[in-house]
DNA sequence: TGCCTTGGGTTCCCTTTTGGAACTTACTGG
DNA sequence: CCAGTAAGTTCCAAAAGGGAACCCAAGGCA
C-alpha cells in the first residue's frame, strides 16, 4: 500500500490521514488555528524548507480545508485561511493538544487554557456522550460499522 | 527543522506528533483499537512493508505507547498491546473519524455507529466543555498559555 | 536610474524515508 | 526430511525531506 492510495479506503480515519497525516501538515494547521496566515509567518514559525512548506499547503487547498486568497493587488500577495472544513479539525488538535500535555508533558512551560472568546470563561474539553452527557471512557466503547437495513 | 527534533518543542501538539504524526503511525494505533495485536495481522491488515511495520511498532513501543509482550516461550512469539497512554489516544482518533466521516465521505459504506460495550447503547461523541456540559464550537475557542503567578 | 528590500515561491542537490521483495530464525506438524 | 508459520531483517530502487540559492514583481529611496 502506499500513501497516496489512502484516500480510497473505505476507512474514514485512514481518509482523514490521507489528507492530514503527512508530516507537518498538522503543525501547518496549528498554526493556522494560531492566526497565521502568510507563507513567510508560517515559514518563520514552523522552520520547515520553503518547498515543503508550499507543498503543503497546496495539498491543504487542494483538499479544500485551506483557501488562498489575494489580500494584495500589486504586488500580488496571498494569505491561507482555514474553510469550515479546516475549522472543524479543532477537535482533533485538541485532542492531541491534551494527549500531549497529559503524557509528553514539559514541566518548563504552563499548558495550555482554553477559554470562551466571549465570555473569558475557562473551557475543559472533554469527549462525551451527547445523548447521557457523560463522559466517554475508550475501554467501554465498541465502534463498529452497521449497515442499515 | 528536523521532524526528530519535534520532540523538544514546547507545544503539546509537536510533541504529541513527534510520536504519532509519522506516516502510518496512526493507522498503525487505528488497528490496535480494533484489536489487532500481532505483526501479521497488522501487516495484512495495513498492507504496508514489513520494516516499516516493524519501525513503527518501535518507535511506538520506545514511547510508551504500546507494549510488546511474548505470548509463546517456543517458538518465541510476541504481541503489541496499548498501555494506557496509548489508550488515551481514542479521542484522537474519534475526532479524525468524525472528521473523516463528515468531510470525506464515503456513499457506499456506513458510518461507524460507537457503542457502550456492556450497554450497547449507542454513543455519540462530541466535544464539551467538562465545566457547562455545553458542546464546543471552535470558532469561540481561544487557546492561550498562562503563566500561574 | 540603479540598487535594496519584501513576499511568495521554485530549483538544485544531497540525505532520509518508503516501497517491494527476498532472506533469516526458531519452532511445529506430518 | 520437508512444508508452514510468526516475526522480523536485509537489500535495492524510488520518493520525500532538508538546506541553500535563485527568481519575480513591486515598492522605497538616494
Not at 4 to 18: D, K, M, Y
Not at 28 to 42: A, K, N, P, T, Y
Not at 100 to 121: K, L, S, Y
Amino acid at each position: 500500500m502506499r500513501w497516496n492510495e489512502l484516500q480510497n479506503e473505505t476507512c474514514p480515519v485512514a481518509r482523514g490521514l490521507s489528507v492530514v497525516g503527512d508530516r507537518w501538515t498538522l503543525l501547518v494547521l496549528r498554526d493556522c488555528f494560531r492566526g497565521l496566515r502568510r507563507f513567510e509567518e508560517l515559514h518563520e514559525s514552523l522552520g520547515i524548507t520553503r518547498h515543503v512548506l508550499s507543498d503543503r499547503l497546496k495539498g491543504l487547498e487542494a483538499a479544500g480545508v485551506l483557501e488562498r486568497r489575494q489580500y494584495s493587488d500589486a504586488p500580488p500577495r496571498h494569505e491561507y485561511r482555514l474553510t469550515d472544513k479546516g475549522r472543524d479539525l479543532y477537535p482533533v488538535l485538541i485532542a492531541l493538544i491534551r494527549w500531549g500535555e497529559t503524557h509528553q508533558p514539559r514541566a518548563d512551560v504552563p499548558d495550555f487554557t482554553f477559554r470562551d472568546r466571549h465570555t473569558g470563561a475557562v473551557i475543559e474539553p472533554v469527549l462525551t456522550d451527547r445523548r447521557t452527557g457523560r463522559e466517554i471512557d475508550p475501554r467501554q466503547v465498541s465502534a463498529s460499522r452497521e449497515d442499515t437495513g
